[in-house]
């Protein structure tokens, strides 16, 4: 889930986290605004947009009457974490398939950013997300391995139940540039943090193009994707840390107790 | 017979029966032919890889229309600069023996020392730090020993320097060229005007490569340590510079001599087991701005990707093992090596998990030293004084860490019980040291 104001309480609430140590770090790294401002719109240090996604594949088998090579019909996607829009952002994905496809470089210029492919191998596709130019000059790859059977070889194939395999991840843009944080100032596909005191951005443009978003909520596999939330994670860590701090205590009390032990040891043997 | 192996002629016919019973095996085995076996076997079993002599060479017989006859006659070398005169075999061929000169005259070659006039000196060389007979003396030395300077600072009578030696014989060289050139851009070419001999220049030379002779292996090792170190730090910033072809402001550039240092206090402290104290903590915050600013670098990266990028450099100190052991640790308490859902607060909760057990784990190792310094100290004190529960507690301790950190309340109360009779089992425990180093390597080896 989104998550803009969460890990701002954990860095005020929790020193030991390393998050008011990176803030710190990064307000001491930062220069004079303008030697580091970029040609091409402002770029603001201190402040990083993330954005969290999902990528993955849905594959659902034919059934027995399907062409051998056709056994499959998946689709591999790349979707915003809540199922929001995120065109705001990316601007087009690229998929590199298998060489065995006719014309393995798909290109999807708009959302819903997926493709839908019949076929019966698994392997690994390069998805390549463009950013829009104010977003992030360069592309960046993401791997992901097809997978159209299930983990379990005893589960008999199912028309049904498709095989889902999705994986989460964060973009993040540390250093965005002014218009792209005023865009996406109150997008709920997006993540900000405060912005620091007495920074004020320009109210973006009500660009009715941009307001004009394929409702992603409404996509048909909706049904099939991953709720992944973050709180389960948050409390196995912070259980499994807790014993290790424990831990880590007893032993620091039993190597003191040893160094005193040795200590009342060395008079006595030197006699 | 012996004669004949060694030359490596065959073995005549007339050879004594007994070895004749004997020889068709000899000749089954024999590979070479031409070179008899006992030959062939000096060089190990394995014919060379060039053959040295062409083995029918030494069946071929003289061309026989030539007379050929060896005679003892007189030589004349040229080398020689007194007329003396010495005899040696020579080849007649036909009566007719050979001309030219000594063959190995050629090779008697020397080394051309200038020499300067008494005129010449008092021009261009003098030079307040050497007199004239000094000067005369060194040159001399250079001409009989070839430039040798190893022999030349042995042999000069004064104690000078190599280095004072050789700067004033190629400064002395270099005025002359530069005087008895016609112009100064005739000589401009010559390797003693375009590249003068510099005394200091050497001097450091020297003692530098002495001192890296003489390193200790713990100093090789440390160096070794810190050029990885730089190495690495290079590679990510050139690996963020080439996505992001940005100037690097100047303050990044001191990153990598700090962080150099910090690195290998870091790696120094960690080998010295020192408590985790604030030093070496701040040590570690200083590497994480380093991963910090080479991501900063990126116009946009995966969080996946930055959380394996700070796992690796809290990692660095630590060896493959330790690493495996922390992943080890992290399954058996119920957590995916990489997170499932990872947002920034999960990446760093995950972070700081993974840095608390590299901690724990040595502080046991640490425990681990120090049970067994105090066991070889109580080897010199009476066994019985010490009551053994403090290593009994903390033995079990070590055996049973995964499984007592899993449960967290009722086991432990029940494996306190055991303990409690500690005291009553002394006995048991003095084995010996040696027992007791086997089960701590087992504990450990988790």
């Not at chain 1, 049904?160 to 999705?166: G, H, R």
């Not at chain 1, 900000?192 to 409404?218: H, I, M, N, Q, Y």
């Not at chain 2, 050497?202 to 001192?211: G, I, T, V």
């Not at chain 2, 690495?232 to 690097?248: L, Q, Y």
Request: proline content about 8%.
């Amino acid at each position: 889930m989104t998550n803009s104001s969460s890990p701002k309480r954990n860095e005020q609430d929790q020193p030991e986290t390393s998050g008011p140590v990176l803030k710190s770090l990064k307000t001491k790294l930062s220069k004079p605004e303008d030697a580091e401002k970029k040609i091409v719109g402002k770029k603001l240090k201190d402040v990083e947009i993330s954005v969290p996604i999902v990528y993955g594949n849905i594959a659902f088998w034919l059934g027995k009457k399907a062409n051998e090579y056709q056994s499959h019909k998946w689709t591999v996607y790349v979707r915003g974490a809540t199922n929001e829009d995120t065109s705001g952002v990316i601007k087009k994905v690229v998929f590199q398939l298998h060489s065995s496809f006719n014309n393995p470089t798909r290109v999807v210029e708009s959302p819903p950013f997926e493709l839908s492919e019949q076929g019966w191998g698994e392997f690994e596709i390069a998805i390549t997300l463009h950013f829009h130019s104010d977003v992030c000059e360069k592309p960046l790859s993401l791997y992901h391995q097809l997978k159209l059977y299930p983990e379990d070889e005893s589960t008999s194939l199912s028309i049904k139940k498709p095989v889902v395999v999705e994986s989460y991840d964060e973009l993040v843009f540390p250093e965005p540039s002014e218009s792209f944080l005023a865009r996406v100032q109150n997008h709920p596909a997006v993540s900000v943090p405060r912005l620091p005191v007495g920074f004020t951005l320009p109210t973006p443009a009500e660009d009715p193009s941009e307001r004009k978003r394929v409702d992603t909520k409404d996509h048909p596999l909706t049904q099939w994707f991953t709720n992944f939330s973050e709180a389960d994670e948050l409390l196995q860590l912070a259980a499994a840390r807790q014993q290790v701090q424990t831990h880590i205590a007893k032993l620091r009390r039993q190597i003191t107790v040893i160094e005193g032990q040795q200590q009342q040891l060395k008079p006595s043997s030197d006699q | 017979m012996d004669a004949k192996d060694i030359l490596g002629l065959p073995k005549t016919p007339l050879s004594v029966p007994p070895e004749k019973k004997s020889q068709p095996k000899k000749d089954s085995q024999r590979k070479p032919d031409g070179i008899s076996r006992e030959v062939y076997a000096l060089t190990g079993g394995l014919a060379p890889l060039m053959p040295s002599i062409d083995s029918s060479y030494l069946k071929k017989r003289p061309p026989s229309d030539e007379k050929i006859t060896w005679q003892w006659l007189p030589f004349t070398n040229s080398a020689r600069k007194d007329t003396l005169q010495l005899y040696h075999w020579v080849r007649v061929v036909n009566g007719v023996p050979p001309t030219g000169d000594y063959s190995f005259a050629k090779y008697n070659k020397s080394i051309e020392v200038t020499k300067y006039t008494d005129e010449e000196y008092a021009q261009h060389l003098t030079d307040p730090s050497w007199t004239k007979q000094e000067t005369d003396q060194l040159f001399d030395l250079c001409e009989q020993f070839d430039l040798r300077f190893v022999i030349i600072a042995d042999r000069f009578p004064s104690s000078r320097t190599m280095e004072e030696l050789k700067d004033r014989y190629y400064s002395v060289c270099r005025s002359i060229l530069l005087a008895r050139a016609s112009s100064p851009a005739d000589v401009s070419g010559h390797p003693l005007v375009k590249e003068n001999y510099n005394a200091s220049q050497e001097k450091e030379r020297k003692r530098a490569l002495s001192m890296v002779l003489s390193q200790t292996k713990q100093q090789e090792k440390k160096d070794a340590e810190v050029l990885a170190e730089a190495k690495k730090i290079a590679e990510s910033r050139m690996a963020a510079k080439g996505v992001e072809e940005s100037v690097m402001p100047a303050t990044e550039n001191e990153f990598p001599e700090t962080t150099i240092d910090h690195n290998t206090l870091v790696s120094l402290s960690n080998v010295r087991l020192a408590p985790v104290a604030a030093p070496p903590s701040t040590l570690v915050i200083a590497d994480t701005s380093s991963t910090l600013a080479s991501l900063r670098m990126l116009p946009v990266y995966l969080r996946t990707y930055a959380l394996e990028q700070m796992v690796q450099q809290a990692s660095s100190s630590a060896g493959l093992r330790t690493i495996k052991r922390v992943e080890q640790t992290l399954q058996d308490l119920g957590i995916n090596l990489k997170p499932r859902v990872p947002t920034k607060a999960v990446c760093a909760e995950h972070l700081e998990l993974r840095k608390e057990i590299l901690t724990l784990l040595n502080l046991q190792k640490q425990l681990q030293y120090k049970e067994a310094e105090g066991s070889s100290l109580r080897e010199g004190t009476t066994y019985s004084e010490m009551p053994g529960t403090p290593k009994r507690q903390v033995r079990d301790h070590d055996r049973t860490f995964i499984p007592d950190a899993m449960s967290f309340g009722g086991e432990r109360g029940g494996r306190k019980d055991p303990k409690r009779k500690g005291p009553g089992r002394v006995s048991e425990t003095p084995s010996s040291p040696a027992n007791k180093r086997p089960r701590k390597m087992k504990a450990s080896d988790l």
